[in-house]
C-alpha cells in the first residue's frame, strides 16, 4: 500500500493581489486548515476539512478580527459544542448533535452575565429553563416538553418571592393564574382552558382565595355548556 500523499497548501489572491484564502488540499480535496480573509486582510474564517467535508472546529471573525462565532463540524455536519459572541463577549452557548441543538443551552447579557439558561433536545426546548435579570436574580421559571410550556410557570421579583403562577399544557395557559402580592399571599387568580379565560380574576386587594375550583376538566364542560346553551 502507497503512503498518502502529503497536504498542499493553496492561496488566492484577488486581483490586487490581497490575499483572500489560504486553504489545505489532499489529492485535490480539501483536507486541512482553511482560512478566507476579509477586505481588511484579517481572517474572516477559520475551518477544518477532511476528505472534502467540513470537520472540526470552526471560527468567524467580524470585519474588525472579534470573534463572532465559534462551531464545530464532524463529518460536514454541526456536531459539538457552540458559542456565539457579541461584541467579543459570548451571547449563546449550545451543543449541537448531528446538526441540531441537543444539550445544554446559555445565553448571556451583554455585560456578561447569566440571561437564560436551559436545555434543547433534537432542536427545541426540553425540561427547565430559567430566565435572570441583569442583576443575576432568577425573574421567571419554566418548564418546556418538546418545545411547548408544560406545567408550572412562577414569576418571581428581584426578591426571590413568586409573585405569579401559571399552569401550561402543551404550550397554552391551561390552569389557574395565581397573583401574589409582595409578601407572597394571593391576591387574585384566574382559570384558563386552552389559552382562553374562564374565571375573572377577583378586584385587585383580595387576600384570601376563593374556595377551590372544581377540576380543570370539569370547568372546561360547565363553560362549553354554558356557552352551548346561550346560542
Same mark, same amino acid.
Given at each position: 500500500?502507497?503512503?498518502?500523499?502529503?497536504?498542499?497548501?493553496?492561496?488566492?489572491?484577488?486581483?490586487?493581489?490581497?490575499?483572500?484564502?489560504?486553504?489545505?488540499?489532499?489529492?485535490?480535496? %480539501?483536507?486541512?486548515?482553511?482560512?478566507?480573509?476579509?477586505?481588511? @486582510?484579517?481572517?474572516? =474564517?477559520?475551518?477544518?476539512?477532511?476528505?472534502?467535508?467540513?470537520?472540526?472546529?470552526?471560527?468567524?471573525?467580524?470585519?474588525?478580527?472579534?470573534?463572532?462565532?465559534? %462551531?464545530?463540524?464532524?463529518?460536514?455536519?454541526?456536531?459539538?459544542?457552540?458559542?456565539?459572541?457579541?461584541?467579543?463577549?459570548? %451571547?449563546?452557548?449550545?451543543?449541537?448533535?448531528?446538526?441540531?441543538?441537543?444539550?445544554?443551552? @446559555?445565553?448571556?447579557?451583554?455585560?456578561?452575565?447569566?440571561?437564560?439558561?436551559?436545555? %434543547?433536545?433534537?432542536?427545541?426546548?426540553?425540561?427547565?429553563?430559567?430566565?435572570?435579570?441583569?442583576?443575576?436574580? =432568577?425573574?421567571?421559571?419554566?418548564?418546556?416538553?418538546?418545545?411547548?410550556?408544560?406545567?408550572?410557570?412562577?414569576?418571581?421579583?428581584?426578591?426571590?418571592?413568586? @409573585?405569579?403562577?401559571?399552569?401550561?399544557?402543551?404550550?397554552?395557559?391551561?390552569?389557574?393564574?395565581?397573583?401574589?402580592?409582595?409578601?407572597?399571599?394571593?391576591?387574585?387568580?384566574?382559570?384558563?382552558?386552552?389559552?382562553?379565560? =374562564?374565571?375573572?380574576?377577583?378586584?385587585?386587594?383580595?387576600?384570601?382565595?376563593?374556595?377551590?375550583?372544581?377540576?380543570?376538566?370539569?370547568?372546561?364542560?360547565?363553560?362549553?355548556?354554558?356557552?352551548?346553551?346561550?346560542?
Amino acid at each position: 500500500m502507497s503512503a498518502a500523499n502529503p497536504p498542499e497548501t493553496i492561496e488566492r489572491r484577488n486581483a490586487a493581489g490581497a490575499l483572500v484564502e489560504r486553504a489545505t488540499f489532499r489529492d485535490g480535496v %480539501l483536507d486541512g486548515p482553511t482560512v478566507l480573509f476579509g477586505p481588511e @486582510r484579517l481572517a474572516a =474564517v477559520e475551518i477544518g476539512f477532511a476528505a472534502g467535508v467540513r470537520d472540526g472546529p470552526m471560527v468567524l471573525y467580524d470585519a474588525d478580527g472579534a470573534v463572532l462565532a465559534r %462551531l464545530t463540524y464532524r463529518a460536514g455536519v454541526l456536531d459539538g459544542p457552540a458559542t456565539l459572541y457579541a461584541a467579543g463577549k459570548p %451571547l449563546t452557548e449550545m451543543t449541537y448533535a448531528a446538526g441540531v441543538g441537543d444539550g445544554p443551552l @446559555r445565553s448571556f447579557t451583554p455585560a456578561g452575565g447569566l440571561a437564560a439558561s436551559g436545555a %434543547l433536545r433534537r432542536g427545541r426546548l426540553h425540561g427547565a429553563f430559567t430566565i435572570f435579570r441583569p442583576d443575576g436574580s =432568577v425573574m421567571q421559571r419554566q418548564h418546556y416538553a418538546g418545545g411547548l410550556l408544560e406545567g408550572e410557570q412562577l414569576d418571581l421579583d428581584p426578591a426571590g418571592v413568586v @409573585r405569579r403562577r401559571a399552569e401550561y399544557r402543551a404550550g397554552r395557559l391551561d390552569g389557574t393564574v395565581t397573583h401574589y402580592d409582595a409578601a407572597g399571599q394571593p391576591t387574585a387568580h384566574q382559570v384558563f382552558v386552552a389559552d382562553k379565560e =374562564v374565571t375573572a380574576a377577583p378586584p385587585p386587594g383580595v387576600s384570601k382565595m376563593p374556595k377551590p375550583q372544581k377540576p380543570w376538566l370539569q370547568r372546561w364542560w360547565d363553560a362549553a355548556k354554558a356557552l352551548i346553551g346561550a346560542q
